[in-house]
């Protein structure tokens, strides 16, 4: 049996009636035994509609599988060399085609991936694309009676029409901010929702109900449309359990955390192991960029523990020494005890999200 005839027989049994296979030559750089740096592999493209090809399959005429799991978008922008925010040529677009498929201002659709193409800014003397960025601090309290981490405070920075050819430190770009909070406990300390509303700088909401704060951050989520969402330990923690609890609370338009309009939950969702790939899908149209996942941590490699207080003393120049707290310790003390000690724990939010995006500017971790 040559290998053309395994492949064919392969997919005959997975009803694959439509495919394409040819011989290429590919080099091989990771850390697998067992595979030469070059040689000779069987390319096959078939319809993602059907079945995957089990990645530990083996056979009579080939030894490994490579890229089952790549995802269809993940092929398109490598094939299409689309490497972070560009400008894209869209040929013979259809305007009509797609009414509210996205949370997008704009919807069209195209017919074959070889409309779509790249332009070089240099060449064609356009200046990188405009972003928005939001940068987000989230705090969290511990339910001990239903055994789970809900949402306190939720803080975001907003930074409209940024350039990430422009040099410009954080601290002298233009921004906003707001910080949606309710009570630990059944009340806030006295005085405070007055304080919040007098202060001048700095859109301070308070809520009742975790399920107000969801519903507003998606609203304001909507509103601000950020291309890049930046934050510290979002992948895994903060965006996990903000994930898990606008889940929980059945809240309504939950896929505007993504630009891709959602009426189901992934379906790996809460299993062991498929969160992650179901937390990115669910983002899908911005991008997620944290400081303290593999990409942030290769970008600040001096770091040993990759805390957000370490990062910002090695990395920020001048005076940006981050105070380091203990949420939970302060929420039993110095935060909840007074209108004052409430205002500077959201002040501490606060100043969080700026020496996130300060830090992500300053070590170029947006692409």
């Known amino acids: 049996m040559d290998v053309y005839s395994e492949v064919d027989s392969i997919m005959t049994k997975m009803n694959v009636g439509m495919y394409k296979i040819k011989a290429c030559t590919r080099k091989y750089a990771f850390e697998m035994p067992g595979i030469p740096k070059e040689a000779q592999y069987l390319k096959c493209l078939y319809p993602y509609t059907k079945p995957v090809i089990d990645g530990s399959a083996t056979g009579e005429t080939f030894s490994h599988v490579f890229g089952t799991n790549t995802a269809l978008f ?14 894209l040529k869209i040929t013979d677009a259809d305007f009509g085609a797609l009414k509210n498929a996205s949370h997008c201002k704009l919807e069209v659709l195209v017919e074959h991936p070889n409309m779509v193409s790249t332009l070089n800014e240099s060449t064609d003397n356009l200046d990188a694309p405009p972003l928005t960025l939001m940068s987000l601090a989230l705090r969290t309290a511990f339910n001990a009676k239903a055994n789970k981490q809900e949402i306190l405070a939720i803080s975001a920075r907003i930074y409209e029409k940024a350039s990430l050819n422009d040099t410009t430190p954080a601290e002298k770009l233009p921004c906003r901010t707001f910080t949606l909070i309710r009570p630990h406990g059944t009340a806030f300390p006295l005085g405070f929702e007055t304080l919040a509303k007098e202060r001048k700088r700095g859109l301070i909401k308070t809520f009742r109900q975790e399920s107000e704060i969801l519903m507003f951050f998606l609203a304001q989520l909507d509103v601000v449309d950020p291309d890049v969402i930046l934050g510290h330990q979002l992948e895994g923690v903060d965006y996990s359990v903000l994930l898990n609890r606008l889940h929980e609370k059945k809240t309504h338009q939950w896929s505007r955390l993504g630009r891709l309009k959602r009426t189901q939950w992934p379906a ?4 062991v192991g498929g969160n992650v790939f179901a937390e990115r899908q669910i983002m899908s149209g ?15 490699y001096k770091c040993q523990s990759w805390s957000l207080t370490e990062m910002c003393s090695l990395y920020l120049p001048g005076n940006n020494r981050r105070q380091d707290i203990d949420n939970e ?12 000690g409430m205002m500077n724990y959201v002040t501490h939010m606060e100043t969080d999200t700026h020496f996130i995006t300060a830090l992500a500017l300053q070590v170029q971790l947006l692409p």
């Open 74 to 87: 993940e092929q398109f922008v490598l094939w299409k060399n689309i490497m972070g925010p560009c400008w």
């Open 268 to 271: 790996s969702m809460n299993k």
């Open 286 to 300: 911005r991008l997620l960029c944290d400081l303290a996942n593999d990409a942030g941590k290769s970008a600040m």
């Open 329 to 340: 310790a302060a929420l039993k003390t110095w935060a909840t005890q007074s209108k004052e």
